[in-house]
Structure formats: structure tokens, C-alpha cells
């Protein structure tokens, strides 16, 4: 990845936050936990998964610096919707989260060298991992999800 590709991932990477906020400006907070499209999560589970995503995703990253050739875990994420009550929790946690697990992360991305984004472990669904792999689905896991409250939102209106 060259520094210009990986500058514009960190953007989007820090940009992700207010997406998913944007994306639920005017939601009614009724509708929340509504399920407008059938087998997808409602917005309310949307945002727990990303709060908790992204406090594994900045686990990630930081056994990545720290750590040689760390195991980086995978996990269920509708077992934890299931069993963390995801649609039954309030998202203001939630959102507070998300923006904090990105504002420290971005915080280390700022001050990384080529060696740091070189380190690699392996991911125990995936295989390889390095750090480039962590910000290409980083950078864009929040903006897709934002993206998913957005239909959500459509949906509600039809």
C-alpha cells in the first residue's frame, strides 16, 4: 500500500464516527429497533456491534504494535448481538464507544512508522493480518454501516 492510499484510509477511518452519527440524525427513536428488512439487524443493534467491534478492532491493532506475531482473534458477532441484548441497550454508550475506541486508534495511526505497518500476526478466521489489512476494513466498517441505518431508515418510510 502506498503512504497516499494508506493516508486516504486514515481519513476515512476517522471520518467514521460522524457517518454513523449522520446517519442517525432524524431516526425516530422509536423505530431503533425496529426490523424494516427482513434477516438485517435494526439500527440500535447496528450501533452496539460497531461499539463492540470497534473495541476489538482497537485491541487489534494494539497487540499488533506490541506483540510478536500475535493470535488475533476472531468472534461471532450475532452471538453477540444475541446474547449481549443488543436491541434492548441504549445507543448513547454505545456511540461514546465508537468514538473513543477510533479517537485513540487514530491517535496511534498518526504516529505509526513503515515498521509498524509492516508487523504482522494471524487472525484465527483469516489467516495473515497486518496492519494494512486492519485499516483497509476499518476504514470502511463504519461508513458500510452507516450506509446499512440509511436503508433502514428508507425502509421505515415505505
Not at 35 to 54: M, N, Y
Not at 70 to 88: H, K, M, S, T, V
Amino acid at each position: 500500500m502506498t503512504r497516499e492510499e494508506r493516508q486516504a484510509l486514515i481519513e476515512q477511518y476517522r471520518s467514521g464516527y460522524e457517518e454513523v452519527a449522520g446517519s442517525l440524525d432524524g431516526f425516530p427513536e422509536e423505530a431503533l429497533s425496529a426490523h424494516p428488512l427482513p434477516g438485517k439487524w435494526s439500527a440500535r443493534e447496528i450501533v452496539q456491534h460497531l461499539a463492540d467491534s470497534e473495541m476489538n478492532s482497537a485491541i487489534r491493532l494494539r497487540k499488533l504494535l506490541t506483540e510478536e506475531s500475535p493470535l488475533i482473534q476472531g468472534y461471532d458477532q450475532d452471538e453477540y448481538a444475541a446474547r449481549l441484548r443488543y436491541n434492548e441497550r441504549e445507543i448513547a454508550p454505545a456511540l461514546d464507544a465508537l468514538r473513543a475506541a477510533r479517537a485513540t486508534s487514530a491517535q496511534l495511526l498518526d504516529t505509526m512508522s513503515d515498521a509498524d505497518w509492516s508487523r504482522e500476526g494471524t487472525h484465527t478466521e483469516s489467516g495473515r493480518y497486518t496492519a494494512d489489512d486492519w485499516l483497509r476494513i476499518y476504514a470502511a466498517h463504519a461508513h458500510n454501516h452507516a450506509a446499512q441505518i440509511r436503508r433502514l431508515r428508507e425502509a421505515l418510510r415505505e
